[in-house]
């Protein structure tokens, strides 16, 4: 690597990714196979609702958008206040063909959310849980991202990029690949890694503030200015990396 990112810089930088588990509330990325038909359409992929489901756990789940929750309620003949009874199949307005694919994400999706409250908890069996979650959906990209930050917490970085592997290509998955590159003076596969996730047509606040410290640290000034004024354009930016970007502008 050409120069480290020193100090407070790399602490930042660390801990707005690895701090906590992703869960079901953190920006993630889905698979684009689950889309909306048209209502006219009339066609519904049936799902059977569980014991403990709620509307913004699927729109997480199945949109990647818990704030798409009252939408997809409603889309499914339901008040978005109103929750079906378990063992209930609700009808949502996907192509019914993917029954069997939304089955296996929402499966897999209660693991993790059964995983994040024993990690919550500290107790043990949430890496049992989120290798059930995986084995569930293996090309969703949550329960990987989980468990490799599980593994980067203990300083285990082979089995992180083992379990990510599978799903480097998506955003998340390329940022913590992206950071163990650079952590590890891999230059050139970490700018490789941090591209991918800057493909996110509305990249999140940690993704940015990683670019920014590879860009600002490699020579690309103009390129990590729009990192840290992208990041201080956003309000809901953590208040740590919107100072971290304040910083670095005023040193330029």
């Known amino acids: 690597m050409g120069v480290p990112v020193k100090g407070s810089m790399r602490t930042v930088l660390a801990a707005s990714v690895l701090v906590s588990f992703t869960g079901c509330v953190t920006r993630t990325t889905v698979t684009g196979q689950f889309v909306f038909n048209p209502a006219h359409t009339g066609e519904r992929c049936?799902?059977?609702w569980a014991s403990g489901d709620?509307?913004?756990?699927l729109a997480w789940a199945i949109l990647s958008d818990p704030g798409a929750s009252a939408v997809l309620a409603m889309a499914a003949g339901y008040h978005p206040d109103s929750l079906p009874a378990p063992g209930t199949r609700v009808g949502l307005p996907l192509s019914g063909d993917m029954e069997a694919a939304l089955e296996r994400r929402l499966a897999s999706a209660r693991l993790v959310r059964e995983a994040s409250v024993l990690r919550r908890q500290g107790n043990e069996g949430v890496m049992a849980l989120l290798g059930a979650a995986v084995a569930e959906d293996p090309d969703w990209s949550v329960p990987r991202t989980d468990m490799a930050i599980v593994y980067l917490e203990s300083g285990d970085r082979q089995n992180a990029e083992g379990i990510l592997e599978p799903v480097a290509h998506k955003y998340t998955p390329a940022l913590l690949m992206a950071m163990m590159d650079w952590e590890a003076g891999l230059t050139e596969s970490a700018m490789e890694r941090i591209s991918e996730a800057m493909a996110d047509p509305d990249p999140p606040p940690e993704t940015l503030a990683a670019a920014g410290v590879m860009y600002t640290v490699t020579g690309n000034a103009y390129l990590a200015a729009q990192a840290w004024r992208k990041i201080l354009e956003d309000p809901d930016a953590p208040s740590h990396i919107r100072l971290m970007a304040?910083?670095?502008?005023?040193?330029?």
């Open 46 to 48: 049936m799902v059977t």
């Open 246 to 252: 304040m910083e670095m502008l005023l040193r330029d």
């Open 54 to 57: 709620y509307w913004e756990f």
